[in-house]
């Protein structure tokens, strides 16, 4: 297991903590300090830079990672 690299600079996580406290504890544990590579936010960010990725973009939003990258090739 791996802890990510962004996590210091990803807010996803910290505002699920705040209004969700066990759900974003849940997804802190499995994509933050489980499976980054894994987690939609985090390849969205490897390519993109983590400033264009949405605030509310969800972990598991795979389909929104994809329209990111997609828009990064054009």
Do not use: Q, W
């Amino acid at each position: 297991m791996a802890v990510c690299d962004l996590v210091t600079k990803c807010g996803y996580v910290s505002s699920a903590m705040e209004a969700m406290p066990a759900t974003g504890k849940l997804l802190a544990n499995i994509y933050c300090n489980g499976h980054p590579a894994d987690c939609a936010r985090y390849i969205a960010a490897s390519v993109v830079g983590i400033a264009k990725v949405p605030e509310d973009m969800s972990p598991s939003d795979d389909d929104l990672a994809k329209k990111i990258l997609a828009g990064n090739n054009n």
